[in-house]
């Protein structure tokens, strides 16, 4: 009777140890974009560092976006890279770790975001088996474009479908944009609440439009605004 119950509790444990995710993080200035197939959702309150993954082979879609200072006036800028598509091989319940190639600390994020290099690393420090493709997706001005839906996919639509099942070439569904950066500033911004009622009526914002909305007058408001602002968001949840 021992050796059975001993024999069912090693398969047990055999069992379960096989559905143990691994686990990939990001730092702070990266986000997901979409998982084999399969668009990550995320929230602009909370940053998403994790993200589980099965063993075998995977495809998931990052970018590089951060708010760094501008050096010509006291205003904040977005930067953000063109996706970045991560075809990782898990084979175990290991940590991994996704950072900028030349350490933690970017010291050119606008010149970063052109061409951003990245290491996958895992905790026990073996060797991982992982590409990195940079694909051409940009993304037009948020302020000229705001309400323009002359873009017919959006980034996440673009990046999900890039780490599907390959059924589609990557270059072939790329959104041409003759801006790299979108940058903003206080002057440009001015005028756009008096047009959103007009323009809402013929073309409601993305989610990626509406977040930046949000983060460019967070960044402009002050604490107290702030405050009051998030407890009418919390209510709102």
Excluded: C
């Excluded at 088996?129 to 639509?157: A, M, P």
């Excluded at 070439?169 to 790329?174: D, E, H, K, R, T």
């Amino acid at each position: 009777m021992k050796s059975l119950f001993t024999t069912s509790a090693l398969l047990a444990f055999l069992t379960s140890s096989s559905v143990l995710a691994a686990n990939l993080t990001i730092p702070m200035s990266f986000e997901y974009l979409a998982l084999d197939g399969a668009e990550v959702e995320t929230s602009m309150f909370s940053h998403q560092s994790d993200l589980a993954l099965t063993n075998g082979t995977h495809k998931i879609a990052v970018r590089y976006h951060d708010v760094v200072d501008d050096s010509f006036s006291d205003s904040q800028s977005f930067v953000k890279s063109t996706p970045l598509i991560v075809t990782l091989t898990v084979d175990g319940d290991h940590q991994y770790l996704l950072q900028p190639a030349d350490g933690d600390i970017i010291r050119n994020p606008k010149a970063f975001a052109k061409k951003p290099q990245i290491n996958i690393k895992r905790q026990d420090n073996a060797a991982v088996t992982y590409t990195v493709e940079q694909t051409s997706f940009t993304e037009d001005s948020f302020i000229t474009n705001l309400f323009n839906n002359k873009n017919q996919h959006d980034i996440e639509t673009l990046s999900a479908s890039a780490t599907g099942n390959g059924s589609q070439p990557i270059q072939s569904l790329a959104v041409k944009s003759d801006i790299e950066t979108a940058t903003m500033s206080a002057p440009a911004i001015a005028s756009v609440p008096a047009a959103v009622p007009a323009a809402t009526a013929q073309q409601k914002p993305t989610a990626a439009q509406a977040e930046q909305m949000l983060q460019y007058w967070w960044l402009q408001a002050d604490d107290k605004t702030r405050k009051e602002f998030m407890g009418w968001a919390i209510k709102q949840l």
